[in-house]
């Protein structure tokens, strides 16, 4: 059993930056993919960003490429997602997953197993 906990969302004008961390319980973090999820009101949740068990491969959604960056400290049990030159379109819930069998590339498209209770993120034009 994974306990996931997300912090740092908060509200931020247009160009500005946030780092949401996700703490996740127990001792069995570095067996687990970890993603990042956004719901946006009115919108089906959608993939942001996932990272490998190691940290050593990273995957993006296309509208978050090369400004958002996903990282991960094994020894502190946590996963970051660095978000930079935020949009207003970038306003929603933000999730951390983890998944424990499967990999990394493709937590956007299977179920995981694990989900935070996410925080919000407002982004003024």
């Known amino acids: 059993q994974v306990q996931l906990v997300e912090s740092g969302g908060g509200l931020v004008q247009a160009g500005g930056s946030l780092r949401l961390s996700c703490a996740a319980s127990g001792r069995t973090f570095r067996s687990y993919a970890m993603g990042w999820f956004r719901q946006a009101p009115g919108k089906e949740r959608e993939f942001v960003a996932a990272?490998?068990?190691?940290?050593?491969?990273?995957y993006y959604a296309d509208s978050v490429k090369g400004r958002f960056t996903i990282s991960r400290d094994n020894a502190k049990n946590t996963v970051y997602l660095q978000m930079n030159s935020l949009k207003p379109e970038d306003t929603a819930v933000y999730y951390c997953?983890?998944?424990?069998?499967?990999?990394?590339?493709?937590?956007?498209?299977?179920?995981?197993?694990?989900w935070g209770q996410g925080t919000q993120v407002t982004v003024s034009s």
């Open positions: 997953a983890a998944n424990l069998k499967g990999t990394a590339q493709a937590m956007g498209i299977t179920l995981n197993d694990y």
């Open positions: 990272i490998s068990r190691s940290g050593g491969s990273t």
